[in-house]
């Protein structure tokens, strides 16, 4: 049985980036990162806005920025906006070579399924053991059944140009497209003159990915723009829960020790983005002086039940963006939205809405019917309150 004073279990986002964190603001605290497969951070591209992040945070990614544009746009049938906030973007690929670069190999542990995760030990598949004093389970998403969701899933394809595209500057949103199973929009990321991830993306009532649909028509919008020759040189797929209700204290029952990422309920509600609480959380744990699995535990389930409490308003959005709205329009209530200025979008995303600005969010003749509006705000989720 080795030891270790920290062990991460997954090596994702979140696990990644509190790998990162203790090792470079807490050297004394000795760290094991453990990830089932052989690759850190899977296939993934995580984005945040520039407001989503404090300082901390973005000193703390901003070695694994791959990309970074001075504004970005959004398209809608009746309304086109280009907004000054910056957005950048992480790849997988880089996460990846950063981890490995700053942790010493004997802070890594790949390869190997996790069989069992405890107070103090975890077992894997080739019948190790680690133990320390304090555990971490960073593994990605578990059980939701008791949350109200909806879902947001997508597949990207990244393309390679054989000349500039000229397009300077993301698309986050383009629904000018058909809207079909839920709300549907185009985003796509240009990440040098030749190269952009283009992903088709659907906020829709169930989970399933039709992958051979959205394929073909990702081609189909490509072929559309008038886009230099192109080919496809990666391709990822994605489903993101969107929180609707539900108590997210259900993720914690039984769990002991401190969960991160999606399976401790740190995601924004609407978007999914899960990178800005993942490195607030990464920040806050290098802060600790006590690591044991039950001081973490406790400090972070305080934390999930927290911002649960504190976005509140963005599951009642997203109930009427589900239940108040016919699938094929949903659309407007995003189209509606981006009516607003700038800063207070910039808020939103970062889930730092003002009561002020709640107000101005559902000012106005809201784009869904009344009734049915009405019946989302108070919708109940399993007698609990939502």
Request: aromatic share 10%; proline share 5%; glycine share 10%.
């Amino acid at each position: 049985m080795t030891k270790s004073s920290v062990i991460i279990v997954g090596g994702g986002l979140a696990g990644c980036l509190a790998a990162l964190a203790l090792r470079r603001a807490r050297p004394d605290v000795d760290l094991l990162l453990i990830e089932a497969d052989i690759r850190l951070g899977g296939d993934h591209v995580w984005s945040f806005f520039d407001s989503d992040l404090g300082p901390e945070e973005h000193a703390l990614v901003a070695e694994l920025v791959v990309a970074s544009w001075r504004g970005h746009r959004v398209a809608f049938p009746k309304r086109r906006r280009t907004l000054a906030c910056g957005y950048n973007s992480v790849r997988s690929a880089r996460l990846d070579d950063l981890v490995r670069q700053i942790l010493p190999r004997s802070s890594l542990r790949l390869g190997v399924p996790v069989t069992s995760v405890g107070a103090n030990t975890v077992s894997l598949a080739d019948g190790t053991s680690f133990h320390a004093p304090g555990v971490i389970d960073a593994r990605g998403a578990a059980d939701m059944a008791g949350l109200d969701l909806g879902w947001q899933k997508f597949v990207g394809r990244t393309y390679r140009f054989a000349h500039p595209h000229g397009v300077p500057l993301p698309m986050i949103m383009d629904a000018t497209v058909d809207q079909r199973d839920g709300y549907r929009f185009v985003y796509c990321l240009p990440f040098s003159a030749t190269e952009m991830l283009v992903e088709d993306t659907y906020y829709a009532d169930d989970p399933e990915l039709d992958e051979g649909g959205i394929g073909a028509r990702i081609s189909a919008y490509m072929a559309a723009q008038n886009w230099p020759e192109h080919a496809a040189i990666a391709e990822e797929r994605g489903i993101l829960p969107v929180a609707m209700g539900g108590d997210v204290g259900c993720l914690w029952k039984g769990a002991e020790v401190a969960l991160l990422g999606l399976r401790g309920g740190f995601f924004h509600p609407t978007t999914g983005y899960s990178l800005p609480d993942a490195a607030r959380n990464a920040v806050l744990l290098t802060q600790q002086t006590d690591m044991t699995s039950a001081s973490l535990r406790a400090l972070f389930r305080k934390e999930a039940e927290q911002r649960w409490r504190d976005r509140a308003f963005y599951r009642l959005l997203n109930r009427m963006l589900f239940r108040a709205a016919e699938p094929e329009g949903r659309y407007r209530v995003l189209e509606h939205f981006y009516r607003l200025d700038e800063a207070l979008i910039g808020r939103f995303y970062a889930g730092r809405s003002t009561l002020l600005d709640k107000a101005r969010i559902l000012s106005g003749r809201p784009p869904v019917p009344l009734g049915r509006a009405a019946a989302a705000m108070f919708y109940r989720t399993e007698g609990r309150a939502a």
